[in-house]
């Protein structure tokens, strides 16, 4: 995968994308599959804000059901599962646990209702799944058994526990990344840190947009017969460079996660807060990830961040729900702010706003041809999201009715029939004698495509190096990061082509590694080299 704008400027595309999060992958890999000649475009690295700021769940919304969205949970609970079988390397089984208290008789009704109903909206949720990939309907514990599997519970008026089963995304950002990958590898043409600066108007329509490659600081036309504003949380800016068509506002929820020391031992916990709200607390890489806030954020998109207010504040309602976690600063490895695009105008609170989409076809709305525009969405359903706009693209452009197949084609490196068989054989047919860890760890970034690797790991001698004491990654990894993934950046190796910075900062002597050798691979002035390493521990830096 080669960043080229220069190319596709010199190419007629069927369709451009504007945006390189989860949805902009989603339709660029259906179009493409299609048979659509696709373009995709993102002002900054593939998958780097919305996707990246995620609670790294694939999940049905059980949380939805209070407002009755039957629609939005049963299409994410297909999805869920369309999901695993097409990405088994990044879609996981996880444990919920709820437990239930005295104090609140009546919300344990109400969850004893919604995980009755949840579990009968996705009656075929293991159809057709591999053992590993396979959800159990619900169950309850007693107060016993709840504390034996989390002592961490409170036991004050605690009379049990509800477990179920939701999926949790290992890597978000590689995922939406997988997603690009396929749809390269089938013909489309993608370019990160190109951002549009105009969209090109003539006659009624728009026919594609005038990008600035931010790497080499030029700009480019890129043209297509259909453009697709696919930028979530920054679709009202790109419509700002349309003029003539209806203002859009476009609600922001901006929501916060804190990664701390492991609570739990092997479930993720959903909470309530006394205000009715609920957060998490999930098993992540050996850590606990706690989340999220869900407030209305009215400022720049570009500058949405977490500030010591944010983290203080949701320590404090953790420690509230959670009396045993005890959490301090002090304990705080890593967090991150995203924001979420919200369709819905005329609810009084983001967090009750629905999590549905809306596509807008400027022609109806504005006599505007050419040109797309979507909001709202959830990361679980982006694939059928994408179905949708794939099949209104093909009738705007006369290509008539092609089948979707997104559902049931494999993305690249899921070829894995079974998770536990897949590792199994890395680790025994391991050429390198790289050991069991780092094999698990190969298969668990890339999935079958992790024998990507084994050029480098077969020329270059040092490629077999750990890049970070005591972790599984290679420096291998880098080179294939920038040979064949589009990583321009330190931050795109550390943050999205692999998972070593989303712990925190990694510590000097690993950034300085990686830092030095991309260094090599990218020419960099060693100005430049600092200004990465700066701009790295900026973005991994507590507040």
């Known amino acids: 995968m ?15 994308v504007i945006g390189g999060g989860i949805t902009g992958a989603c339709i660029a890999w259906d179009a493409t599959l299609r048979g659509l000649k696709v373009a995709l475009v993102d002002k900054s690295d593939f998958g780097s804000a919305t996707t990246a700021a995620t609670s790294k769940l694939i999940h049905g919304g059980l949380r939805y059901l209070k407002n009755r969205e039957f629609s939005l949970v049963r299409e994410s609970l297909r999805e869920r599962k369309i999901l695993s079988r097409i990405a088994p390397h990044c879609v996981f ?16 009704r109400l969850l004893k209702a919604a995980m009755v109903f949840y579990d009968f909206l996705s009656l075929d949720k293991s ?3 591999p053992p590993d990939k396979r959800i159990p309907c619900h169950r309850f514990l007693s107060p016993q058994e709840a504390l034996r599997e989390e002592p961490c519970l409170d036991p004050n008026g605690l009379e049990g526990a509800y477990v179920y089963y939701d999926c949790q995304d290992f890597n978000p950002e590689r995922f939406c990344l997988e997603f690009i990958r396929s749809a390269v590898g089938r013909g489309a043409a993608a370019a990160n840190y190109a951002e549009v600066v105009d969209l090109v108007r003539r006659n009624g329509r728009i ?15 890129i043209r297509a017969q259909l453009t697709v504003n696919g930028t979530g949380p920054w679709a009202d800016h790109v419509l700002g460079l349309c003029k003539g068509v209806h203002e859009r506002k476009v609600r922001r929820s901006k929501g916060i996660h804190v990664l701390t020391r492991p609570l739990t031992r092997r479930h993720a916990l959903a909470l309530f807060t006394p205000a009715g709200r609920h957060l998490f607390i999930l098993p992540w890489r050996g850590m606990s990830l706690l989340g999220t806030t869900d407030t209305e954020y009215v400022g720049d998109p570009d500058h949405v961040g977490v500030d010591r207010q944010d983290i203080d504040s949701f320590l404090a309602t953790v420690n509230e729900v959670l009396p045993s976690a005890r959490l301090t600063y002090g304990d705080v490895r890593f967090c991150y702010a995203g924001l979420r695009p919200i369709v819905e105008q005329d609810v009084e609170s983001v967090y009750e706003a629905s999590r549905k989409y809306e596509v807008v076809d400027h022609e109806e ?21 994408a179905e949708q706009v794939v099949t209104r693209a093909l009738r705007k452009i006369g290509r008539g009715s092609v089948p979707c197949t997104t559902h049931k084609t494999r993305i690249h490196g899921g070829e894995i029939d079974s998770w536990p068989e897949a590792v199994r054989e890395a680790v025994e047919h391991d050429p ?6 780092v094999c698990e760890h190969l298969v668990q970034t890339y999935g079958s495509a ?8 077969e020329s270059i001698p040092e490629a077999r190096k750990p890049l970070c004491e005591g972790a599984p990654d290679l420096a ?17 190796f550390l943050l999205r082509r692999t998972g070593i910075g989303t712990l925190g900062d990694p510590g000097r002597a690993c950034v300085d590694t990686c830092a030095r050798k991309l260094s090599e691979l990218l020419n960099w002035t060693p100005k430049k080299t600092q200004e990465e390493i700066d701009d790295f521990l900026r973005k991994v830096r507590l507040p």
Request: hydrophobic residues 40%; aromatic residues 10%.
């Open 476 to 492: 291998a990894e880098l080179w294939h990061a920038v040979k064949n993934e589009m990583c321009v950046s330190l931050s795109d």
């Open 365 to 385: 709305e504005d006599g505007l041809q050419g040109f797309l525009t979507v909001i709202g969405g959830k990361y679980t359903t982006s694939r059928s999201l």
């Open 450 to 457: 992790y024998r990507e690797l084994y050029p480098f790991l």
């Open 207 to 221: 026919e594609g947009a005038r990008v600035r490659d931010k790497i080499a600081g030029k700009e480019v036309l």
């Open 2 to 16: 080669q960043r080229d704008l220069a190319a596709m400027s010199r190419t007629p595309f069927d369709l451009l």
């Open 93 to 108: 089984p996880i444990p919920f646990l709820v437990p239930a208290y005295a104090r609140g008789l009546s919300r344990r």
């Open 127 to 129: 159809l057709g799944l």
């Open 432 to 437: 390198f004698g790289l050991g069991p860890r």
